[in-house]
């Protein structure tokens, strides 16, 4: 028997140029990235995207 591990994700888009309050600035999507990879990574889980159309 396999341990198969779902995640989901959701939440803020990168925040666009001219956003006067900051909530998800792109300045900070590398750092993001890395921590969620990280916690992939220590959970063997791998990554599948989607997006509603």
Partial sequence: MSNNNI????????DRPQRQVPRFPSSIVPQVSQAIQEAL?????GVSWARRI
Avoid: D, P, R, Y
């Fill in 7 to 14: 995640v989901v994700f959701s939440g803020h888009i990168v």
């Fill in 41 to 45: 990574a220590i959970k063997n889980t």
